[in-house]
């Protein structure tokens, strides 16, 4: 997914847990740089800053640079360094910035460069094409701990806590929401989103969903 959008303002938001990784493009007062952002393993506070350009690159789950594992970008980001004010280097080679239109020319030529990567078995897991149980659970956890940094059942908790707030957002009530996805109580349901989302269903409940732009798929 790519998305596009600037910050109006100075403040502080929430920032939900992730599980997917991204490049992100940030112009600033006339300077550009690409950074590799998370994935992030739990909610925290993001301040902002007015007049800032952001382009998000969002790679999909079990994607991932073979020179670089995504358990080194856990809870981090990465400043790639500038070859010029319209260039970065990678990997020993200069690239150009991307920007909204060609986006997915950029990851593309990434892949073709074998620069970017993706395992085959983290994505049949995910997708439900294959079970966990037919791959030994040494060589899953390697897998997916080389591709995501994260665990099968962190990945599946955030994103449960993920529907669980898009439900609430949308006024599906908090003891519905903990029912049709399987959480023990109310009080499970709270703690997960606390932990997760950074907010707790009350506060959810009826909230407008977040947007960051214009974006594709």
Same mark, same amino acid.
């Given at each position: 997914?790519?998305?596009?959008? +600037?910050?109006?303002?100075?403040?502080?938001? /929430?920032?939900?847990?992730?599980?997917?990784? +991204?490049?992100?493009? *940030?112009?600033?007062?006339?300077?550009?740089? @690409?950074?590799?952002?998370?994935?992030?393993?739990?909610?925290?506070?993001?301040?902002? /800053?007015?007049? &800032?350009? @952001? @382009?998000?690159? =969002?790679?999909?789950?079990?994607? #991932?640079?073979?020179?670089?594992?995504?358990?080194?970008?856990?809870?981090?980001?990465?400043?790639?360094?500038?070859? !010029?004010?319209?260039? #970065?280097?990678?990997?020993?080679?200069?690239?150009?910035?991307?920007? #909204?239109?060609?986006?997915? $020319?950029? *990851?593309? =030529?990434?892949?073709?460069?074998?620069?970017?990567?993706?395992?085959? &078995? *983290?994505?049949?897991?995910?997708? !439900?094409?294959?079970?966990?149980?037919?791959?030994?659970?040494? $060589?899953? %956890?390697?897998? #997916?701990?080389?591709?995501?940094?994260?665990?099968?059942?962190?990945?599946?908790? *955030?994103? %449960?806590?993920?529907?669980?707030?898009?439900?609430?957002?949308?006024? &599906?009530? /908090?003891?519905?929401?903990?029912?049709?996805? !399987?959480?023990?109580?109310?009080?499970?349901?709270?703690?997960?989103?606390?932990?997760?989302?950074? +907010?707790?269903?009350?506060?959810?409940?009826?909230?407008?969903?977040?947007?960051?732009?214009?974006? %594709?798929?």
């Amino acid at each position: 997914m790519v998305m596009h959008g +600037h910050t109006e303002g100075r403040g502080l938001t /929430i920032r939900p847990a992730e599980c997917h990784w +991204h490049m992100v493009l *940030v112009r600033y007062g006339g300077v550009t740089h @690409l950074r590799l952002s998370g994935p992030w393993t739990s909610a925290g506070e993001l301040p902002y /800053i007015e007049g &800032v350009e @952001l @382009l998000w690159i =969002k790679l999909k789950l079990g994607t #991932f640079m073979p020179h670089l594992p995504t358990g080194s970008l856990l809870d981090t980001e990465m400043v790639l360094p500038s070859s !010029g004010s319209q260039s #970065f280097w990678l990997k020993g080679a200069a690239w150009q910035f991307p920007n #909204f239109e060609n986006a997915d $020319t950029f *990851v593309a =030529k990434l892949v073709r460069e074998e620069l970017l990567t993706a395992d085959p &078995v *983290v994505d049949a897991v995910l997708t !439900g094409r294959m079970s966990a149980e037919d791959v030994a659970s040494r $060589t899953l %956890r390697y897998r #997916f701990a080389h591709a995501t940094g994260l665990s099968p059942k962190h990945i599946q908790q *955030v994103e %449960r806590a993920q529907r669980a707030a898009a439900l609430l957002r949308h006024g &599906v009530p /908090i003891l519905d929401t903990a029912h049709e996805l !399987g959480y023990y109580d109310q009080p499970h349901l709270t703690r997960d989103l606390r932990r997760w989302i950074g +907010h707790t269903p009350a506060q959810l409940l009826g909230a407008p969903t977040p947007t960051g732009g214009a974006d %594709r798929n």
